[in-house]
């Protein structure tokens, strides 16, 4: 009899694990919302680098999931895909980046967001060859000589993204979306 019982209450629960599946796939349970959406783009490009860089900067007191959307959205519209390009970022006037980095949401602070991208886009193209690998290599691809120059030693060159939330969630971005190899990847803090 308790094994009729056993056999009963396993065949419930699985029933009831199919129609939980069921209504997930079919859509209606709601889903998590997909975090890091990209582009697919070469790992080691270095588009790829800027797409997983400039965003970060402007990733605080925000949705992270609706932040990504827009940053995508961005990146598939032709006409503001430039804004990830700091050598095009740098020619272009203020007004017109500010415009286009809020036409999908992607600076929700209208001044503050668009000042700390093209900040960053002019470091960038000053020091690094427009190129966020750049500062990796020139941290010798450490965690933590890279974080200590964008922390502290260059910080007023990284506005935000020089922050200890910021940077490290960067270099953790960087190292799961593009073809990263950090040394001492244990100083990066998972805050």
Same mark, same amino acid.
């Given at each position: 009899m308790e094994d009729k019982i056993?056999?009963? +209450?396993?065949?419930?629960l699985l029933e009831k694990a199919t129609r939980l599946y069921e209504l997930w796939q079919s859509g209606k349970i709601e889903r998590l919302a997909q975090h890091e959406v990209h582009p697919d783009l070469p790992t080691e490009s270095r588009e790829n680098?800027?797409?997983? %860089?400039? *965003? &970060?900067? &402007? +990733?605080?007191?925000?949705? !992270? @999931?609706?932040?990504?959307q !827009?940053? =995508?959205?961005?990146? +598939?519209? @032709?006409?503001?895909?430039?804004? $990830?390009? *700091?050598?095009?970022? %740098?020619?272009?006037?203020?007004? &017109?980046?500010?415009?286009?980095?809020?036409?999908?949401?992607l600076a929700v602070q209208t001044n503050k967001h668009p000042d700390i991208w093209i900040k960053i886009s002019n470091t960038l193209k000053k020091h690094f060859n427009n190129s966020p690998k750049k500062v990796l290599e020139v941290g010798d691809m450490d965690a933590e000589k890279? =974080?200590?120059m964008i922390q502290h030693d260059r910080k007023e060159d $990284? *506005?935000?993204? #020089? #922050?200890?939330? =910021?940077?490290n969630y960067w270099l953790y971005i960087l190292s799961q979306f593009t073809g990263t190899k950090l040394k001492n990847y244990s100083e990066i803090s998972r805050l």
């Open positions: 056993v056999k009963s +209450n396993k065949q419930k680098y800027l797409y997983f %860089t400039l *965003p &970060v900067a &402007v +990733n605080f007191q925000r949705s !992270s @999931p609706a932040m990504w !827009s940053a =995508l959205k961005t990146w +598939n519209d @032709p006409k503001t895909r430039y804004v $990830f390009f *700091p050598e095009r970022v %740098t020619t272009e006037k203020r007004a &017109v980046v500010q415009r286009d980095l809020i036409k999908y949401h890279i =974080l200590r $990284f *506005p935000y993204l #020089g #922050g200890p939330k =910021l940077s």
